[in-house]
């Protein structure tokens, strides 16, 4: 993780053992990273080639973490769920499509 540039928005997991933050991975590729407050180790939980994350957070007992993104292909955001414990991401639900102007 020594290339990974801190971009905006921290939470502590609902724990309080780590921070969650969006780092940025070089050109538009980004990551949500997990930081241990007692150790320093940093560890990517979401990698996204194109980073166009919108807003994240844990749940209330941190077993799953929220994420939306907005896909520019489609013009739609995203509301994305990842079981912290199997790794393995939840249903895609789209939130709205974005206008193409803004009048």
């Known amino acids: ?50 980073c166009d994350l919108t807003g994240f957070g844990y749940t209330g007992d941190g077993r799953t973490l929220f994420y939306t993104a907005f896909d520019p292909a489609t013009s739609l955001h995203a509301l994305v769920s990842r079981d912290l414990a199997t790794g393995g991401h939840g249903d895609r639900a789209v939130l709205h499509p974005v206008p193409s102007t803004v009048s």
């Open 1 to 50: 993780m020594k290339d990974a540039t801190p971009r905006f928005g921290l939470r502590w997991a609902p724990d309080g053992r780590s921070l969650l933050l969006e780092t940025g991975m070089g050109a538009n590729a980004c990551a949500l990273t997990q930081i241990d407050v007692q150790t320093g180790a940093a560890a990517p939980l979401v990698k996204m080639a194109n």
